[in-house]
């Protein structure tokens, strides 16, 4: 890169490394890796954001986000993971209408029933 381009892409840079051609030069080849790093891990940031959303959503109907992707595995619900955590966000029933694809499908997604406490009485405590 020519001294032109290196300072072009060093502008908003602080202190010398925008106007320094030995300084810039540096400064722009580490932020150049930096962007190239950051565009992988920004694939891997929104994959772990949608899980973590498809995970939330699941189980507030009593279903993990693994048996969950598991019984639409089985059903062949093609949804990736972005269409499942924005249907979870926003279309809370159409959610819930997948949920009970995939609880179906799946005899791990059966609603686990917990029996409530018995009420033997009330103890006063004085």
């Known amino acids: 890169m020519n001294k032109k381009e290196v300072l072009k ?16 030069r540096e400064r722009v080849e580490k932020a150049l890796q930096y962007s190239y790093r950051d565009r992988r891990n920004k694939k891997r940031d929104m994959r772990s954001l949608w899980i973590e959303r498809i995970n939330a959503g699941s189980r507030q109907h009593g279903v993990s986000y693994g048996n969950f992707m598991h019984g639409l595995m089985k059903e062949n619900v093609q ?25 179906n ?22």
Not at 9 to 24: D, E, P, S, T, W
Not at 86 to 101: G, R, T
């Open 9 to 24: 892409l060093a502008k908003g840079f602080r202190g010398r490394a925008k106007n320094c051609i030995r300084i810039a």
């Open 79 to 103: 949804l990736n993971r972005k269409v499942l955590s924005e249907l979870s966000m926003h279309e809370p029933y159409s959610f819930k209408a997948l949920v009970d694809i995939s609880r």
């Open 105 to 126: 499908a799946f005899p791990g997604n059966k609603k686990a029933v917990v029996p409530l406490p018995k009420k033997e009485g009330l103890a006063v405590v004085l």
